[in-house]
């Protein structure tokens, strides 16, 4: 059954502590991307990987990390710089990179710092 | 840059009628639209997408339409059901990256 999976679905953390987010897909796709949604706002690029061993920033990169060893794997990592963490992170794939390709996305996380 | 605004946060219809939900954009150089579903909870659903050289696609029960000189996109669901409720935004290719609007809230009257 190919898709994007994304673990866990409901994420809670204290200030000051870093977190990691899965994503994975079994689709084959180049290209992976990480999205922040806050209510009421449309999806913002964190980070977007084009091929394995590379990622380029997005419009919000500030205070997350990720990496790309993988093909099927584009972790990310909420670190303690980031502000405002709490948010739904959404993962998507689509099959190459900066082209008309459809954006294939994964259910979610839901990360709340306490 | 681009900027991507949808007329109506909310819309409310009843079942069985059409829907029509709209987006504005401010950049004539997108060349590319998709339409997505997000249900609560849940991430977006590819819905159906339509490139520059085209003013109509049409899926099942569902229709896009795209007016370039006014630089205008919409959606149409025909019989609109009642799991048809959620967030539907539209996005926009440009320089290689995707922007999304912020989303309408279509809500289905029994």
């Known amino acids: 059954d190919g898709g994007i999976t994304q673990s866990p679905k409901y994420l809670f953390r204290k200030e000051g502590q870093n977190v990691t987010l899965s994503c994975e897909q079994n689709?084959?796709?180049?290209?992976m991307y990480w999205y922040r949604q806050d209510p009421g706002q449309g999806l913002r690029l964190i980070y977007y990987?084009?091929?394995?061993?590379?990622?380029q920033k997005g419009d919000i990169a500030e205070g997350y990390s990720v990496s790309r060893e993988k093909k099927e794997s584009f972790p990310l990592t909420v670190t303690s710089a980031q502000k405002n963490p709490t948010a739904f992170y959404l993962c998507a794939s689509s099959i190459r990179p900066l082209t008309g390709d459809t954006q294939y996305f994964g259910p979610g996380t839901r990360l709340t710092v306490l | 840059g681009e900027s991507v605004g949808l007329h109506l946060p909310t819309l409310s219809v009843q079942e069985g009628d059409n829907s029509i939900i709209n987006c504005a954009y401010s950049n004539s150089a997108s060349d590319y639209f998709i339409w997505y579903k997000q249900e609560s909870g849940k991430g977006p659903q590819f819905i159906i997408d339509i490139r520059s050289n085209m003013d109509k696609r049409q899926g099942q029960r569902v229709t896009v339409l795209l007016n370039k000189t006014v630089k205008h996109l919409s959606l149409q669901i025909a019989a609109t059901q009642p799991g048809d409720s959620a967030v539907y935004f539209c996005?926009?290719?440009?320089?290689?990256?995707?922007?999304f609007g912020s989303g309408t809230q279509l809500t289905v009257l029994p």
């Open positions: 990987s084009q091929i394995v061993n590379d990622f």
């Open positions: 996005a926009l290719l440009l320089e290689g990256q995707l922007t």
């Open positions: 689709l084959n796709h180049d290209a």
